[in-house]
T-cell receptor, first 116, second 108 residues
Framework: DAGVIQSPRHEVTEMGQEVTLRCKPI?????LFWYRQTMMRGLELLIY????????DSGMPEDRFSAKMPNASFSTLKIQPSEPRDSAVYFC??????????????FGPGTRLLVL | GQSLEQPSEVTAVEGAIVQINCTYQ??????LSWYQQHDGGAPTFLSY????GLEETGRFSSFLSRSDSYGYLLLQELQMKDSASYFC?????????FGAGTRLTVKP
C-alpha cells in the first residue's frame, strides 16, 4: 500500500482565497483524522470520520473550516476564506478499527500551507 | 476532557539512555501510544501500552502505570538519528489526543 496520500504537499496562497486539502486514506481503514500542527499549538485534532461519517468536529477552529468524506477513499479539508493564521502543516491520518485501544494511526506526509 | 503533559525538551549524548515522561488525564482510557516525528516529517508510530508494565521494541521501551495515569518512553543507546520530537497519545472514549511533544536533541 502507498500509505496515506495527501495533496498538495505545499500550498502558498493569499489571504481570502479558498484552500482545499485532499487526503486518500489507506485502503481498508475506516477512520480518518485531520490534524493541524503549528509551533505554538502543537498537533491539534480538527475532525475525524468513521465510515465516512463525521464523528467529532469540535476541533474545527471556525466556520471557515469544513471537511467532507464523500467515500471511503477520499476526504477534503476546505478553508474559505483563508487567513494568515491558518498557516500550518495539515496532516491526514487513518486507522482501522481494532478491539481494545491499540490504534496505530498512519499519517500522511502533510500539506504545508502558507497564507500570505 | 483530556490533557497530556510531557517535557518540552530533553538533551542527551550519543550512547546514553533517556526517559521521556507523560502524565495524562482522560475520560476513559484504552491505551497510551508514542509517536516519533523528525523535522519536516510526519509522526510515525513507535509503541503502545494497553496494560501496566513495560513493552520493549529494540532500543525503545515504553512503560505504563494506569493507576498513576503515567507512562514513559525509554530510549537506549542513543544515536544521532534519534534526534526528533516524541509525542505521547492517549486513546480515550472517543478519539486519540496527542501531547505537545518532547524535542530530543542527541549530541555527539
Amino acid at each position: 500500500d502507498a500509505g496515506v496520500i495527501q495533496s498538495p504537499r505545499h500550498e502558498v496562497t493569499e489571504m481570502g482565497q479558498e484552500v482545499t486539502l485532499r487526503c486518500k486514506p489507506i485502503s481498508g481503514h475506516d477512520y480518518l483524522f485531520w490534524y493541524r500542527q503549528t509551533m505554538m499549538r502543537g498537533l491539534e485534532l480538527l475532525i475525524y470520520f468513521n465510515n465516512n461519517v463525521p464523528i467529532d468536529d469540535s476541533g474545527m477552529p471556525e466556520d471557515r473550516f469544513s471537511a467532507k468524506m464523500p467515500n471511503a477513499s477520499f476526504s477534503t479539508l476546505k478553508i474559505q476564506p483563508s487567513e494568515p493564521r491558518d498557516s500550518a502543516v495539515y496532516f491526514c491520518a487513518s486507522t482501522a478499527t481494532r478491539g481494545g485501544g491499540k490504534e496505530t494511526q498512519y499519517f500522511g506526509p502533510g500539506t504545508r500551507l502558507l497564507v500570505l | 476532557g483530556q490533557s497530556l503533559e510531557q517535557p518540552s525538551e530533553v538533551t542527551a549524548v550519543e550512547g546514553a539512555i533517556v526517559q521521556i515522561n507523560c502524565t495524562y488525564q482522560t475520560s476513559g482510557f484504552y491505551g497510551l501510544s508514542w509517536y516519533q516525528q523528525h523535522d519536516g516529517g510526519a509522526p510515525t508510530f513507535l509503541s503502545y501500552n494497553g496494560l501496566d508494565g513495560l513493552e520493549e521494541t529494540g532500543r525503545f521501551s515504553s512503560f505504563l502505570s494506569r493507576s498513576d495515569s503515567y507512562g514513559y518512553l525509554l530510549l537506549q543507546e542513543l544515536q544521532m538519528k534519534d534526534s526528533a520530537s516524541y509525542f505521547c497519545a492517549v486513546k480515550g472514549n472517543n478519539d486519540m489526543r496527542f501531547g505537545a511533544g518532547t524535542r530530543l536533541t542527541v549530541k555527539p
